[in-house]
């Protein structure tokens, strides 16, 4: 299947400072990617969906100032948390759909990154 | 057997045992439903989907189980082996836009003891 992966898959960082977070897909292009953040022992919750080109839609609650994310190519995705916080400490994953799969409600997810903040 | 904890359900199996897990859907107009797996520590693993307009369709050792009536998805797993030991996340998708963007269900633990 397509492969998406995600870097770096784990960071700590100090309180006040930002972190970028790249998802790729490396076999396939897509025009959608969606952000999600788990919190321990729950379920994924979309954050927002990164459309190629154009500006991120973002779920109701989640600020777009502090999760910025661009989406310049067909194969990158960024989300930007910045000013981190503690209560931004969470596990980011990244997903994207490949239009050529056959499955047309699949996404391909990426491993996921850990972030601690300090 | 089944327990539910403060945030996730847990279900807990000998190897070799069949297992069931229960997912109850919101959205009667999703079209789509998915489940996932996902071990410790890692992103989500599709496994295996169903259209709305079906009622059940069986994978390698899976089996999904849709009950449009009462909103309610299944995933039966023959044969549990200890790998199967991970988090279970059913989704439901409608279409938007010409995107199928997925909303998790609460997720169940399963454990499988050797």
């Known amino acids: 299947g397509a492969v998406v992966s995600q870097h770096p898959s784990w960071v700590i960082c100090k309180s006040g400072t930002s972190v970028k977070i790249e998802c790729r897909s490396l076999?396939?292009?897509?025009?959608?990617m969606f952000w999600y953040r788990q919190f321990p022992k729950q379920s994924l919750m979309l954050m927002a969906t990164?459309?190629?080109?154009?500006?991120?839609?973002?779920e109701q609650g989640v600020e777009k100032d502090k999760f910025l994310i661009n989406h310049a190519s067909l194969t990158l995705s960024t989300l930007t948390v910045t000013s981190a916080h503690p209560e931004d400490s969470s596990f980011y994953i990244c997903?994207?759909?490949?239009?050529?799969?056959?499955?047309?409600?699949?996404?391909?997810f990426g491993p996921g990154t850990r972030l601690t903040v300090l | 057997g089944e327990s539910v904890g403060l945030h996730l359900p847990t279900l807990s199996v000998q190897e070799g045992d069949n297992s069931i897990i229960n997912c109850a859907y919101s959205?009667?107009?999703?079209?789509?439903f998915i489940w996932y797996k996902q071990e410790s520590g890692k992103g989500p693993q599709f496994i295996i989907d169903?259209?709305?307009?079906?009622d059940k369709r069986q994978g390698q050792r899976v089996t999904v189980l849709l009950n449009k009536t009462v909103k309610h998805l299944s995933l039966q797993i023959a044969a549990t082996q200890p790998g199967d030991s991970a988090v279970y996340f059913c989704?439901?998708?409608?279409?938007?836009?010409?995107?199928?963007?997925?909303?998790f269900g609460r997720g169940t633990s399963l454990i499988v003891h050797p």
């Open positions: 997903s994207a759909r490949d239009p050529n799969h056959r499955g047309v409600g699949e996404q391909f």
């Open positions: 076999d396939f292009q897509a025009t959608t």
């Open positions: 990164s459309n190629e080109g154009s500006k991120a839609t973002y």
């Open positions: 959205n009667s107009a999703s079209d789509y």
């Open positions: 169903i259209r709305s307009n079906m």
């Open positions: 989704a439901e998708t409608k279409a938007s836009g010409g995107s199928y963007i997925p909303t």
